[in-house]
């Protein structure tokens, strides 16, 4: 298990230039925006405007924080990633464009290399404790503070830090109150 804390996490522009993100992590350790087979990172979406193409890339986002956040699709529809929503997938060579509704909003991005990693996002919310058994490798990103146990310690988990966990490794989560989570499973291909 690794705790990543929010304060570890890399700040850098988009890849657009229009906005800020902060890097979770990303793999391999030292890839670029070119080369990376997977990243994990939160986008601070203060202005409306264009997603940053990434061609052979799968992604997910879901909001971490704000009203809302609408994205126009290219096929002419939209949809909205609403508070403790569930997380949007789509290609990441679409030309997306998003609106903010009700001021800026923070979302999660995982983006995996086709043909390298398939990822799922799921959201979490409930009331805890939540146990979670990595099937693969797992990283837990919190919208809440909670506690985690696991080989009979408890660590306190800010709000937006994160677990990773690698297969077979089994934690429990206690939350004071309801519990806030985004689950990001990841999977080598081949």
């Known amino acids: 298990m690794r705790i990543i804390q929010r304060e570890d996490y890399t ?6 230039g229009k ?3 902060e890097e979770i992590m990303a793999f391999p350790v030292g890839s670029t925006m070119e080369t990376f087979d997977w ?8 202005e409306d405007g264009p997603f940053s ?3 052979g890339v799968d992604r997910s986002i879901a909001l971490l924080d704000g009203e809302g956040l609408r994205l126009d ?5 939209s949809m909205v990633l609403a508070p403790y929503g569930q997380p949007f997938a789509f290609a990441g060579e679409w030309a997306i464009s998003s609106t903010n509704l009700g001021g800026p909003t923070i979302d999660l991005n995982i983006m995996t290399r086709r043909g390298r990693y398939q990822h799922s996002m799921r959201r979490h919310h409930g009331a805890g404790p939540l146990n979670v058994s990595a099937k693969t490798e797992m990283i837990l990103v919190f919208e809440t503070a909670a506690v985690v146990e696991a080989s009979e310690r ?4 800010p ?9 077979g490794e089994h934690i429990s989560i206690i ?4 519990l806030h989570l985004l689950m990001i499973e990841l999977q080598p291909i081949g």
Not at 73 to 77: A, C, M, R, S, T
Request: no cysteine.
């Open 11 to 16: 700040r850098m522009p988009w890849k657009n």
């Open 19 to 21: 906005g800020l993100t």
């Open 39 to 46: 990243r994990l990172s939160i986008a601070h979406v203060g």
């Open 53 to 55: 193409l990434f061609p």
């Open 73 to 77: 699709l290219p096929d002419g529809d």
């Open 154 to 157: 408890a660590i306190d988990i």
């Open 159 to 167: 709000a937006f830090s994160s677990v990773m966990l690698n297969a």
């Open 175 to 178: 939350a004071d109150d309801m």
